[in-house]
């Protein structure tokens, strides 16, 4: 286990509804990113909060926002969703000075009708 | 533009046979990290390594071993004596070496290991 937890596991929208995410990082581990993972398909970086601050974006609409706590939780809400909206929504914490090594919770599995 | 390519979507090998996980990648960057990630069933990805552009040596950990060619731009993933557990959804991944961490995945390998 990577001490990484995310809640809801699982969740059901409906198109033009809100969805908030939450992620609980690894202790000690000031940075966390969030991912979309479609079915079949490699997970696509939304965002990374370093200390409390947007630290990086990928190619995802403003309607993708997110919040880093003090303690380094975070949460993903995503507004006015659609289909394409539906996948595994993976958070991942890290350490600065470990390029690149993420340790992933298991994921909230969105689906929008 | 960093783009990495998987072009073994499935696998299946029988238990105990040697097996490699190509990657491919494309990238503008001289230097970059390159990793290879383990997707279980259960969803969570595990890190497995971590490669830097400037470091082409080969590695070897247990019966894990990569091998970095940048000459082709590759970094293959070959398991060795390969066993049940290690079925699942391999992801090989490439990020710039500066800023932040964003990984841009490939699209997977799924590896069935037939006991």
């Known amino acids: 286990e990577t001490g990484v937890t995310q809640s809801p596991t699982h969740l059901i929208k409906t198109r033009g509804q809100q969805v908030t995410l939450r992620c609980s990082s690894q202790s000690g581990h000031n940075t966390v990113s969030w991912y979309q993972q479609a079915l079949g398909q490699g997970p696509q970086f939304i965002f990374q909060?370093?200390?409390?601050?947007?630290?990086g974006r990928g190619n995802f609409p403003p309607r993708f926002s997110g919040l880093q706590f003090p303690n380094y939780s975070s949460e993903l809400n995503v507004n006015a969703l659609e289909l394409d909206d539906s996948a595994l929504y993976l958070c991942?914490?890290?350490?600065?000075?470990?390029?690149?090594?993420?340790?992933f919770g298991e994921g909230s599995r969105l689906t929008v009708l | 533009a960093q783009k990495v390519t998987q072009a073994q979507t499935e696998i299946s090998v029988v238990e105990k046979e040697d097996v490699t996980l190509d990657c491919v990648y494309e990238t503008r960057d001289t230097t970059y990290y390159l990793f290879w990630y383990k997707q279980p069933p259960s969803g969570e990805l595990v890190f497995l390594i971590r490669r830097n552009s400037f470091d082409e040596q080969n590695e070897i950990s247990g019966r894990y071993s990569w091998n970095f060619q940048k000459s082709t731009s590759s970094f293959n993933f070959t398991i060795t004596a390969s066993q049940v557990v290690d079925s699942a959804v391999y992801f090989c991944a490439l990020s710039e070496a500066f800023g932040n961490e964003k990984l841009t995945f490939g699209t997977g390998t799924r590896l069935t290991i037939i006991p």
């Open positions: 909060y370093y200390r409390e601050e947007e630290n």
């Open positions: 991942a914490s890290s350490l600065s000075g470990s390029p690149g090594e993420l340790f």
